[in-house]
């Protein structure tokens, strides 16, 4: 596994963590928190794959 891999199955739950903390709080809605999430699951997924 390559830095690039590591660093992204480190970042991607705190992108996600970042996201549920601020819907929590009431900042983002329902539907912003899904999208942050779904987009960084996928990104890092693509990221992942083509490493």
């Known amino acids: 596994m390559s830095d690039a891999q590591i660093g ?20 983002l809605q329902r539907a912003g928190t899904l999208s942050a999430v779904i987009t ?5 997924a693509v990221l992942f794959v083509s490493q």
């Open 8 to 27: 992204l199955l480190v970042a991607t739950p705190i992108i996600i963590g970042f996201a549920l903390v601020l819907y929590r709080m009431g900042v």
């Open 40 to 44: 960084s699951v996928a990104i890092a």
